[in-house]
């Protein structure tokens, strides 16, 4: 898959757009060059309907002088000379930052490869016979069930970084993913449930999360009223992926140090107090083995670590990139900060900060999922919600739907609700009873970076079925 | 490469070599190839409390090469333009290795016909955004700061402005070779209010398709005013009720609501998934009789609007609901030719290095039982008016939708009492469209958005006042 010398290639590229910036008088620069090459097979009405593949790249170019930055993308180093003039044009007008400028080379900790041979050696043929099996399985388990939507990647890139201040690091990378709806249209009545799973390594032929949409568009069928339900508070489990959803909408800004500074985290102010239940814990882990956002160094080029944001519940620590510390500091609105290696960067868009894995843990007894369940004598368990981008990451409010809902009465699942709008404050509801379940997982959804699992609030959150 | 951003439809297909492939593939099988390229000369800016965040050109170029043979679709993508056209056998395999998996009891895919065309079709913009200078924009985006920071409340402004010229060639086996071009620009800000611990963000956006000027001609110091008001009163907004209410929604959310609810469950791709709850109703009643939804990208000055479709087909209204009855599917031409229809352009990629899916462009719902919003409230007990959007989400299969306000009031007897804050809506399509018992007179598009569906692209929808006897509200 990864074309034979294109991590070389784009390193060469990366020299060549420096040499350009360098010919111009820039003061310092970096640059993040990246070349992928994938196929995709496409799965709807329970059969292959398309297999794709390809290659894509280009450059993002980062200038600094006195305190000012530009940016420009480039498709090709043959465009660097044009690009470097745009960007320094850019320059002038951007604002001064005092103390803004490029971080040196510093002592890089190797992080694991995340390069997997058994992915680069895959092709359409391979990703073709994985796609049978699994709608041959999905078929072979309910016989009405039909893989109605979804499909199998897999892709390999070639990545390089390279600054004025000394900073050389490229490494070549995979990716393998697999996304699945499944439909149980009987009865005039239709179910579905969608799952999806993620690794730079090899996914098993038939992955966990394809029993798991199976199950919930099975569990899901001949649904319950419950017009005359509880109001008010209730007890809710939210599966690791319902809660991802959310958790993925507002804690990461929750901690964004530049919002904290601009008073527009839902944390500002708090750094040092509770802020979540005092078993809970918040970790950024920039080196977690076979986590998504894992590398060796963010994108401003500084080495990444893995650090504690909240400790028993405090909230001790935010991110910071390397401009927007500077920023923060400059502009009055705190009296220090520093980048914390936390800042993402793309081809398309300048470093800002950003999280990598952020791996949720709790000191308190963990329960299997099942024992949750009997934990609850009234409530729900929600699987995934919709609407999650419209929380307010602001306040922590959100107010979603699911369709993916269970009655629990007395410890045990009663049945489906065809409908339900589930509402609440995500940052009340940590600081409240929490349980969070045995097995902390990704969020199960293709570039998952939150280490959760299923969780259950006590009487913090909103259920309204429809 | 960068090329000069100013230069006049410079082709990035070479004929010569595509029509050669082209031979070369047909005479190995396959029944239909096609090259299409898309560029993008596109520019972002970023100014946060006066100060600008970054500006950022770009020059996007992609290419998608797509065989049909023996009824099955091979794709190839890839940013370097040069290297396609080796590509042809490769991907007319992928193809065959579809079809050698199908079930001999499942039909392969076909293409409607469609007119040939081989020429040019340019929407000249009113502003070119390629000569627009960083000034200008930055102007544009102080001027909506201004009017929005001059408050003791306000925390913070953040504006954003993104423009593009895009570009499309498509050449096929069939005999196309079509280019057109179009350009769009967008201004939005988010303003954020603080009294205490309380805190509230309001979003605007203005824009479209056509260059420039329409951004830059319009009131932005009232677009800044409208964003501090909203996020100021949402301040003192208390939480929503929750339980079913009538819900009286305004243009920007009753877009959000067709768009959601109706618009996704019209497309085609997804009526032939087995994904749709609007699957083998045509011609059927599904909502009140007086729900008109229009899908129309040929409404100049919307988000969502093109001359030609990523198949070549020239753009036109799509009239899906007709008087409550399930009119039409949004198509491309394969649902077309499955589902016997005509082909209404209804085919769109996000850009160079995606193939083409069902999608919507201008999506409006028709008005007209009521004078405007007072008449429309008078006859409300007890509900919620809800206004501006956060976004939507549906599951087509279900029917289930979900859909957020920016903003909301309680209603008493006709009487706005008190604003609501982070309200959403959720129902049943085949539910919520029968629920449907007013609508203003006037509407047309509202603000412009996005629609993410596998691939994002912009569209625009709106619609009157619009009222719902029972909806969930949360």
Redesign the interface.
């Known amino acids: 898959m990864l074309a034979e010398g294109a991590l070389e290639r784009v390193q060469e590229a990366c020299s060549v757009i420096g040499a350009a910036c360098t010919r111009a008088g820039v003061a310092q620069w970096d640059v993040l060059g990246s070349q992928t090459y994938g196929t995709e097979v496409d799965i ?15 450059f993002g170019l980062r200038i600094v002088q006195d305190g000012r ?8 180093a ?2 660097a000379e ?2 470097v003039n ?1 960007a320094m ?2 320059l002038r ?3 001064s930052v005092d103390g803004f400028e490029l971080p040196g080379a510093s002592t890089v900790h190797s992080t694991p490869s995340a390069f997997h041979r058994s992915v680069d050696d895959l092709d ?2 391979d990703l ?1 016979q994985r796609a ?1 099996a699994v709608l041959a399985y999905v078929g072979s388990v309910q016989e009405n069930a ?1 893989v ?2 979804g499909g199998i990647s897999a892709s390999a890139s070639a990545t390089a970084f390279l600054s004025s201040e000394g900073i050389e690091r490229s490494s070549a990378s995979t990716s393998m993913g697999l996304g699945v ?1 499944v ?1 149980i ?1 009987h009865d005039d009545q ?3 449930g969608w799952e999806g799973t993620s690794a730079d390594g090899l996914l098993p032929e038939v992955p966990d999360c394809v029993d798991l949409a199976l199950q919930w568009a099975t569990c899901t069928r001949d649904p319950i009223s419950v017009r005359d339900g509880p ?1 008010g508070p209730q007890d809710v489990i939210l599966s690791d992926g319902a809660f991802g959803s959310l958790f993925g909408m507002i804690v990461p800004r929750a901690i964004n140090g530049p919002r904290l500074a ?3 985290s ?1 944390w500002s102010g708090r750094l040092g107090e509770r802020v979540m239940a005092q078993h809970l814990s918040i970790v950024d882990d920039g080196r977690l083995e076979g986590g998504a956002m894992t590398a060796s160094i963010d994108g401003d080029g500084v080495p990444t670590s893995t650090r504690t944001i909240v400790d028993g519940g405090r909230f001790v620590a935010a991110n910071w990139s390397v401009r927007g510390a500077a920023k923060a500091v400059a502009d009055g609105q705190v009296e220090h900060a520093e980048s914390t290696g936390s800042s993402s960067r793309s081809i ?3 470093p800002s900060t950003s999280t990598h894995d952020l791996v949720l843990t709790s000191t308190a007894s963990r329960p299997s999922s099942e024992a949750m369940i009997q934990q609850v004598d009234e409530g729900w368990l929600v699987h995934d919600v ?2 999650a ?2 929380a ?1 990451p ?2 922590g ?5 699911t ?1 993916s809902v269970l009655r629990i009465v007395d410890g045990e699942v009663v049945g489906a609700v ?2 339900a ?3 609440g404050n995500l940052a009340t509801a940590l600081r409240g009873e929490v349980v969070l379940a045995a097995a902390p997982q990704r969020d199960g959804r293709p570039g998952g970076s939150l280490h959760l699992a299923d969780v259950l609030f006590k009487a913090s959150l ?1 259920v ?1 079925p ?1 | ?2 090329l000069d951003r100013r230069a006049e439809a410079h082709r990035w297909l070479d004929g010569g070599r595509a029509n050669a492939m082209f031979d070369r593939l047909t005479s190995m099988g396959a029944s239909y190839v096609e090259l299409r390229a898309m560029s993008c000369d596109s520019t972002t800016v970023q100014v946060r ?1 006066g ?2 965040e ?9 290419v ?1 090469l797509r065989v049909l043979a023996d009824g ?9 333009i040069e290297s396609v056209y080796a ?1 042809g056998e ?2 007319l395999k ?2 065959r ?2 079809a050698s ?3 001999t009891s ?1 039909e392969g895919v076909e293409l409607a016909e469609v007119p040939i065309f081989q020429d040019e079709v340019h929407w000249h913009p009113r502003g070119d955004v390629r000569t627009l200078d ?2 200008e924009r ?1 102007d544009a985006m102080a001027a909506v700061e201004k009017e929005a920071r001059e408050h003791e409340r306000i ?2 402004v953040a504006t954003g402005w993104a423009d593009e010229h895009l570009q499309t060639e498509l050449l096929t086996s069939e005999g196309m070779d079509r280019l057109w071009t179009l350009q769009r620009a967008l201004l939005h800000c988010t303003v ?1 209010a ?1 009294d205490g611990d309380r ?3 309001y979003r605007t956006r203005y824009g479209g398709e056509g260059g420039a000027a329409s951004i830059l001609e319009a009131d932005l110091g009232a677009l800044g005013r409208d964003g501090q008001d909203a996020a100021i009163r949402q301040l003192s907004a208390e ?2 009720p ?2 079913r209410f009538t819900l009286v929604a305004d243009p920007d959310l009753t877009g959000v609501y067709v768009h959601e609810a109706l618009g996704h469950p019209c497309e085609a ?1 997804l009526v ?4 749709s ?1 609007l699957d083998g109703r045509l011609g059927q009643k599904i909502g009140s009789g007086i729900v008109t939804v229009v899908d129309d990208p040929t409404i100049r000055g919307g988000y969502g609007a093109y001359p030609v479709d990523d198949e070549g087909v020239n753009a036109r209204e799509k009239m899906l609901v007709r008087h409550g009855v399930l009119n039409e599917y949004l198509n491309h031409r394969e649902t077309a030719a499955k589902f016997s229809l005509e082909p209404n352009a209804g085919a769109r990629a996000q850009d160079g ?1 995606h ?1 083409p899916l069902v999608r919507m462009s201008n999506t409006i719902i028709h008005g007209g039982t009521h004078r405007d919003l007072d008449d429309l409230l008078e006859d409300v007990e007890h509900g919620v008016l809800a206004c501006g959007t ?6 087509t ?2 029917g ?5 306000a920016q903003e909301a009031w309680l209603i008493e007897r006709g009487e706005l009492v008190r604003p609501l ?4 809506v ?3 399509t085949l539910e919520i469209l029968n629920d449907v018992d007013g609508l203003a007179k006037d509407g047309g598009l509202a603000s412009p958005g996005f629609c993410g569906k596998g691939q994002t692209v912009p569209v625009g929808d709106g619609g009157p006042y619009m009222r719902i006897s029972s909806a ?3």
């Open positions: 709807e009405a329970g059969r292959i309907s398309l297999v794709g593949s390809g290659g894509e790249g280009g930055f530009a940016f420009a993308r480039l498709v090709d043959s465009g044009r690009a745009e044009s850019i007008r951007s604002p359409a043929d073709m049978d039909v109605t939507g709806q439909t249209d239709l179910t579905s109001s601009r008073n527009e839902l398309g868009a300048p919709m609407g981008h419209t307010n602001t306040t409010d959100f107010s979603v739907t369709s065809r409908q709008g589930l509402t909103g309204n429809a | 490469m960068v409390d100060a600008m970054s500006a950022v050109p770009s020059q996007d170029v992609g998608t099955a679709w091979g794709t190839h993508s890839t940013t370097d590509q490769s991907t992928l193809a290795a579809v998996r199908r079930a499942v960083l000034s930055l925390a913070s954020t603080r805190v509230a963000s939480a929503a929750s339980g791709d032939a998934a087995g994904d709850c290095l193939h956060r976004g939507g989400q549906v599951d299969g279900r289930s939708f979900q859909f957020a804050r982070d309200v959403s959720s129902g049943l969930l509200v949360g």
